[in-house]
């Protein structure tokens, strides 16, 4: 069975970092591209990050162009976003997906990133 | 900058059908954006409904299909339940390896 789990969430200042993993277990994770996804409370899904089944292919959102990274660890399982240069805007949930070619085909459950002074 | 267009709000009926569309500010969408559609209740994680257009995921019962009507991509939802008030989000696929969701539709079953 198909499961993702995030981590990493937490409270950090205007400026800061966090890094968020996602474990996946239940498929081979080095078979499948990745996402990030964010929500903040109350409002709509947005797209984020991508990255290909090998990591040799990266893209992002205009919004966090420049200051987040993802990257994974196919030995480990792990998907990660590291977060730089925080802004208040992007207080959200994160949420990883996983890409069955067609769309996302299972999610997490999401970590909760407040950036906040 | 293209955007992805939903339906603010919907009502339906229980045991209603309803048809939810996701279209683009510029241009049609086809099945080259393989549409997908999500259906996320307050303090859930999203939920895989369709993707690549009309494929139902594992465990979506077929009261949901999806498919291209005109120029936009849509959602059927046939013998509305009341556990169908949700909100419904589409995605496009934009190219070079970029993602965007609609705004998303607040479903109301009454």
């Known amino acids: 069975q198909v499961h993702l789990l995030e981590s990493g969430g937490g409270v950090v200042q205007p400026g800061g970092s966090l890094r968020l993993s996602c474990a996946a277990s239940g498929f081979i994770l080095g078979s499948y591209n990745m996402h990030w996804v964010r929500q903040v409370p109350g409002k709509g899904l947005e797209w984020v990050a991508f990255v290909r089944y090998d990591g040799s292919d990266k893209h992002y959102a205009d919004s966090v162009k420049g200051r987040f990274t993802i990257s994974r660890d196919n030995s480990k399982s792990t998907v990660f976003l590291q977060m730089n240069s925080l802004r208040v805007e992007d207080t959200a949930s994160y949420y990883c997906?996983?890409?069955?070619?067609?769309?996302?085909?299972?999610w997490g459950q999401g970590t909760l990133v407040a950036v906040s002074s | 900058q293209t955007v992805v267009t939903q339906e603010p709000s919907f009502s339906v009926s229980p045991g209603g059908t309803v048809t939810l569309t996701c279209g683009l500010s510029s241009g049609s969408v086809s099945t080259n954006h393989y549409p997908s559609w999500y259906q996320q209740t307050p303090g859930q994680s999203p939920r895989t409904l369709i993707y690549?257009?009309?494929r139902r995921s594992s465990g979506v019962p077929d009261r949901f299909s999806g498919s291209i009507l005109g120029n936009k991509a849509a959602l059927t939802i046939t013998g509305a339940l009341a556990d169908d008030e949700s909100d419904y989000y589409c995605m496009l696929y934009m190219g070079v390896d970029i993602w965007v969701f609609g705004g998303g539709t607040k479903l109301t079953v009454l």
């Open positions: 997906a996983k890409d069955n070619y067609w769309g996302f085909d299972h």
């Open positions: 690549g257009t009309y």
